[in-house]
C-alpha cells in the first residue's frame, strides 16, 4: 500500500466554479484522510468544443487547421482546469502543485491529435510527493521529443489516468463522471438496469467499444498493467463499478450487460464486382479522410458480384456516401445510404464457452416483431444493426430475458 | 541586414477571429516581401480579464490565487492566440510555426506574476528561421529554472518583442496597436495633439511611464539594447512614431509632449511622527500588499511632526486606506482619501539644460484657475497632481503655450 491514488474528473465535473470548488474539498479531503491524490482533469465543460471551433474558423478556404498547431490550443483547456483547481486547493492551506503534461513526465509518439504514450518518466511526480503535495496534472496531452505539445485524442484524460496508476503502481484509478458506474445497460432505456458492483476488463473493453462511458483505449491499458479502475459519480454518495481482473467474478452469470449505440448509419454498396483488393479499395479512401467504419457485412459472390455493406456514424455518413458516389476506381451497380439505425450488444465473457446466447438473442427480438439489420459476433459480444425505434424495446426485451435485473 | 523584424499584435488587433485573418494576411504578406517575420502576440481581447475573473473566484476565504499557479493559467492566453494565428497563417499555405515562451527559450527569474527575462536562448528559433518559417511566439511568458511558467506582468508582450528583437539583432521591432502612434497628448483632449515621427528613448520612456501605450519597461529595454521600435496602427495606413536614440532629434524642440493619467487618488496621513524609518513603516505593509504608489511629498517637520502625501491609482485606495488605518506601529493623527484626481506632465528630453520651464507650466496653469496639489520633477518630466475635472483644460493650455501643435 504505498497510498496513492489517482483520480480523474471529466468536463462536467468542473463545468463551473462552484463543482470546480466541491472537487478542491472533496481532493482536500483525500489527502487528510492520508492518501496522495494525483488528479487527472479534463477541459471545463464546452471549452475544447470551443477551442476545436475556433481553430475551424481562422483558416481560410476551409482548410483544416494544422495539427500541430491544434494540439497546443487544445492543450489549454486542460492547463486551465489544473491550474484552477490548484488555486482553488492551495486556498484550504493545502500543499498542492498543477503539472502539464509535460512537467508531468508523458512522453508520446507525434501523431499529432491522436498520439500514444510512449513513457512516462515519474521522478517530477514522486518529488513532489516526497513534498508531501497534492498533483493535479492536465489530462489528455503530453509532449513529443521534439518538445512539441501532442494530444491524446477522444478519451484522452482516461487515458493519462490509467497510464498513470500504471507507471505510480497506484492502488486504483478512480475515473468520477456524470454516472454513478457501469449499468448492465442504459438506465434512462430500461428502467429497471442494474448498476455492475464489479466488471472484468474483456466485458468492460466491448461495453466501452459499444457506447458506455469509458473509452475503449483507457480500459486496454487498465487490463494490460492490471491497473483496478473504479467508475463512480462526482458528487453521488453511492457505491461505483469497480473494473477489474476476471478472476473473482461470479461465475454462474454469462451475459455481464447489453451495450447500446444509437448514432449509426448504414451504406450498402450494391452489385460490386467482387475482385481481390475490392474491400480495400472500397475502404481506404475513407480511412484516408478520417470515416471510422464499424460492422461489415459482405454477401457471398453472385455471378462475381456482391453486395457490400457497413455501418458508421451519423456524422460521417453524407462525406462517405461522397466519396464512395466519387470512387472512379470501384465498378458497382449504386451505393444506398440508411439513416437512423442502433446498434444492441449482448456481452459476456461468460458467453464464450456457453452455446445459444445468439440464437436466443434473435428469438428474443423476433418475438417482439423487430427485424434484425446486420449481425456481428465476436468471442464474447454479438452485437446487432436494428431500426432505430425498435431500440428501447429490443433492450427491455433482451434485458428480462437475460435476467440482467437479478 | 538581416531582415529579421519583430512584430508584436496586441490584445484588441487579435480581438476576433476576423481581425486575427486580418493580421495572418499581413504578416504573409511580410514574408513575401522579403523579411523573416517574428510575431509576437498577447491573448485575444480581454481573455485575460476573465482568466484573472475565474482564479479569483475559485478560491476558498476570498484568498489571492497562487501565483505559480495563477502564471500558467494566464500563459494559456497567449498561447490559444499564438497557435490560433499560426494555424491561420499555415492555411494561407506559409510555413509556419508558433512556439510558447518557453520553446522560444525565454528564460526568467522566479518572480511569478512578474518575472525579468534573464536570457533568450535562440537556437530554435534560428533554426525555424534556416528552415524559412515564420514564427508566432506567445507573449508575455516565460520559465524559470524549475520549468515552471512565468509571466511578466503589465507591459508583458511589449516586452517579450523588445527583449527578442534585441537577442536576434533584428533591424525593428514593430508594436502595432489601436492608436497611430505616439501623439504630443491625448489626441481625444486636445484635438490637434500632433502624431510624432520620432522620439527619443528617454522621452518616451517618461511619456510611458505616465501613460502612454507602451509599458516603460520595454522601452528602458529597447534603449539598453538600442533596439529601434516603430509604434502604428494595426489595421492604419498611417505612418507611425519611430522611437530612437536621441541624436538624431530636433534640438529646438525642447517639450516633446503632455503625459496624461486620469485614474489616480491620493492619501494624507496627517501629523505622523517623524521618526527615521518612518517613511519605510508607511510603504512597506503597501508594497507587501502590491500596492504601487506613486507621487511622493513629505513636509518639513514641524514640532517634529509631518503630513506625508502620496498619489496611487484608484483601484489601490480602499485597500491602502484599510492597510494604513490598520498600521498599529505608526503613530499619526488621521489618515485622509481623495479620489478624482489626475497628473498632467511636460515631457522633454530638451528640458534638461533649459530653466523656467516649470514656471511657465505653473503659470499657465494659474492663468486657467487651476490649483495644483502635488508636484513632482524628473530631470526631463515636470508632474502636477491637479484636479480631474481640470484636466481637459489644463492639457489644452499646456499644448498651447509650448506650442506642440507646430
Chains 1, 2 share one sequence.
Request: charged letters at 25%.
Amino acid at each position: 500500500m504505498n497510498k496513492i491514488v489517482v483520480q480523474k474528473y471529466g468536463g462536467t465535473s468542473i463545468g463551473d466554479v462552484e463543482k470546480l470548488k466541491s472537487i478542491a474539498k472533496k481532493v482536500s479531503d483525500k489527502k487528510e484522510a492520508g492518501f496522495f491524490p494525483i488528479v487527472v482533469v479534463s477541459a471545463m465543460g464546452k471549452s475544447t468544443d470551443e477551442l476545436v471551433r475556433m481553430s475551424e474558423e481562422v483558416t481560410f478556404n476551409k482548410k483544416s487547421p494544422d495539427l500541430r498547431e491544434k494540439d497546443t490550443l487544445l492543450s489549454t483547456g486542460e492547463l486551465v482546469s489544473s491550474t484552477l483547481l490548484a488555486i482553488s486547493i492551495k486556498s484550504l492551506d493545502k500543499k498542492v502543485i498543477s503539472l502539464s503534461g509535460s512537467q508531468a513526465g508523458i512522453t508520446t509518439d507525434d501523431i499529432h491529435g491522436s498520439a500514444r504514450i510512449s513513457d512516462i518518466n515519474t521522478s517530477r511526480i514522486l518529488q513532489e510527493i516526497k513534498e508531501d503535495k497534492i498533483i493535479i496534472i492536465a489530462g489528455f496531452q503530453g509532449v513529443n521529443i521534439d518538445g512539441d505539445i501532442t494530444t491524446l485524442g477522444r478519451g484522452g484524460s482516461d487515458t493519462t489516468a490509467v497510464a498513470l496508476a500504471a507507471a505510480l503502481n497506484a492502488d486504483v484509478c478512480e475515473i468520477y463522471t456524470d454516472v454513478e458506474g457501469i449499468y448492465t445497460t442504459d438506465p434512462r432505456i430500461v428502467s429497471n438496469a442494474k448498476k455492475l458492483d464489479k466488471i472484468n476488463y474483456e466485458d468492460m473493453l466491448e461495453m466501452a467499444v459499444l457506447g458506455a462511458k469509458m473509452h475503449p483505449r483507457s480500459i486496454e491499458l487498465a487490463s494490460i498493467y492490471d491497473v483496478p479502475v473504479y467508475v463512480a459519480g462526482t458528487f453521488s454518495k453511492e457505491t461505483g463499478t469497480l473494473i477489474t481482473k476476471g478472476v473473482n467474478m461470479e461465475k454462474t452469470k454469462t451475459v455481464t450487460g447489453i451495450a447500446i449505440d444509437k448514432n449509426v448509419s448504414k451504406i450498402t454498396i450494391k452489385k460490386i464486382k467482387n475482385l481481390p483488393g475490392t474491400a480495400a479499395s472500397i475502404l481506404k479512401p475513407l480511412s484516408d479522410n478520417s470515416i471510422s467504419i464499424d460492422v461489415i457485412v459482405q454477401n457471398t459472390p453472385s455471378d462475381g458480384f456482391i453486395d457490400f455493406s457497413f455501418s458508421l456514424s451519423q456524422e460521417d455518413l453524407e462525406k462517405a456516401y461522397e466519396i464512395l458516389n466519387n470512387n472512379n476506381t470501384l465498378d458497382f451497380e449504386e451505393v444506398v445510404k440508411g439513416e437512423d439505425f442502433a446498434k444492441v450488444s449482448l456481452v459476456g465473457t461468460g458467453m464464450q464457452n456457453a452455446p445459444g446466447y445468439a440464437t436466443e438473442m434473435f428469438n428474443a427480438l423476433g418475438e417482439k416483431n423487430i427485424s434484425i439489420d446486420m449481425i456481428t459476433t465476436s468471442e464474447i459480444r454479438i452485437t446487432c444493426l436494428i431500426n432505430q425505434n425498435d431500440l428501447d424495446i429490443a433492450v427491455n426485451s433482451l434485458h428480462e430475458t437475460f435476467e440482467l435485473d437479478k
